[in-house]
């Protein structure tokens, strides 16, 4: 058996999603938790990854929100440690290739107050994703909690609430958006740049603004004469050279905006072909009301000024305890111009050593600060460089 694990795709901003298509996957039973509240309160790490705290099996862990992931995936350490045996041996296949990985049956999901019984997981290894990101992942939630409930997400007050949706009554003055559902993705349409509408799925799990299939951007004129930098992209399998860009504009759900960093997929027949993605970088900008159960969500324009966060380094890294492994340089990027080389390893950001713990303070965004920032970088071999912010793409 094969099972279609599209993702854990490194986008702008080392952006992130997962999506399993469905394959033998059981349907849970849901169920209300006495004594929880709806509300749960999540942390926006690094700007772009949704974290919240949950059980799987009764055991509390961290878990990573993913509105593209079809069927809730865990790590496989993470899998090990909590004691499920016998899963059945597959063959995921992501963005970057094909990884071994485990199907495990009855599994009990528990998200806010409520809980899914006798459900589906995936486990593979999340290693690589995890230095990527700057923190473990032990379990990435995804379609069971989408599925089964009308869930709101308030980025100003890092607050997601759950309901039911019997009953249920839209948010006065929201706008709604339908959804067209692909397997286990759902799609809305988007414009770019002017140009006729595209389907994109609606994927809070990628921690990028816009993701472009191969298939879509090499036939447009416009965008492949923007000028571009270069990164790494891909997750499950492997990672491939991909271009990121800045488009003009982008309109979504009667929202236009200006300015939208992106990401050109480097690789056929990827998880949307022929179609593009729409990340939490975008997403962030409103606040969410998502009922994907009856293919519908709808947008509020948040209060707080649009932001979109976008590399001004140049560099691709992973974090590798107490170093970061530079993966990638983009050609003419401000790290280029300094001399940083694939290879190199990044020990001090603005005297402040790297650690595990590096993005939990203060320059765990130093490469998308204001251009003209320069940075102090301390390599292994003792040497400090200094790079200069600036928009390269």
């Known amino acids: 058996m094969r099972l279609a694990v599209c993702g854990l795709l490194f986008a702008a901003s080392t952006g992130l999603f997962l999506h399993a298509a469905s394959a033998q996957i059981a349907t849970p039973a849901v169920s209300a938790v006495a004594g929880r509240s709806p509300a749960i309160p999540f942390e926006l790490y690094r700007g772009n990854r949704i974290v919240l705290s949950g059980r799987i099996n009764g055991v509390e862990t961290e878990m990573m929100l993913d509105s593209g992931a079809g069927v809730t995936t865990l790590d496989k350490a993470f899998a090990a440690k909590i004691g499920l045996k016998g899963g059945q041996k597959i063959d995921a296949e992501g963005t970057g290739g094909r990884q071994?990985?485990?199907?495990?049956?009855?599994?009990?999901?528990?998200?806010?107050?409520?809980?899914?019984?006798?459900?589906?997981?995936?486990?593979?290894?999340?290693?690589?994703?995890?230095?990527?990101?700057?923190?473990?992942?032990?379990?990435?939630?995804?379609?069971?909690?989408?599925?089964?409930?009308?869930?709101?997400?308030?980025?100003?007050?890092?607050?997601?609430?759950?309901?039911?949706?019997?009953?249920?009554?839209p948010p006065a003055g929201a706008h709604e958006v339908k959804l067209t559902r692909d397997d286990t993705l759902h799609f809305l349409p988007i414009s770019i740049g002017g140009l006729p509408p595209i389907d994109a799925a609606f994927d809070i799990g990628n921690g990028g603004a816009i993701s472009l299939s191969q298939e879509y951007h090499s036939k447009q004129p416009l965008i492949a004469s923007l000028p571009y930098g270069t990164s790494l992209a891909g997750g499950v399998g492997g990672l491939h050279e991909a271009r990121r860009v800045t488009l003009p504009t982008v309109e979504i759900g009667g929202f236009t905006f200006d300015n939208v960093p992106a990401d050109l997929g480097g690789k056929p027949n990827g998880p949307y072909a022929g179609k593009a993605n729409v990340g939490i970088q975008m997403l962030k900008q409103f606040k969410l009301t998502m009922d994907l159960g009856h293919d519908r969500i709808w947008l509020e324009r948040g209060k707080r000024p649009v932001e979109f966060f976008k590399d001004r380094s140049g560099l691709f890294t992973l974090l590798e305890g107490d170093h970061f492994n530079v993966l990638h340089v983009s050609p003419g990027s401000p790290a280029d111009r300094a001399g940083f080389k694939k290879g190199d390893r990044l020990t001090a950001i603005n005297g402040v050593a790297v650690g595990p713990a590096f993005y939990n303070g203060q320059l765990s965004g130093w490469a998308r600060g204001v251009p003209g920032t320069r940075v102090e970088i301390r390599k292994s071999d003792g040497a400090t460089v200094t790079l200069t912010l600036a928009n390269y793409y």
Not at 151 to 167: H, K, N, R, V, Y
Request: proline share 4%; net charge negative.
């Open 100 to 169: 071994d990985a485990e199907l495990y049956q009855n599994v009990t999901i528990e998200a806010g107050n409520l809980k899914f019984s006798g459900a589906t997981v995936v486990a593979i290894d999340l290693t690589q994703i995890a230095k990527t990101i700057g923190r473990p992942i032990p379990v990435v939630l995804g379609r069971e909690l989408f599925v089964n409930s009308v869930i709101g997400m308030d980025f100003e007050q890092g607050e997601m609430t759950l309901a039911s949706p019997q009953g249920f009554t």
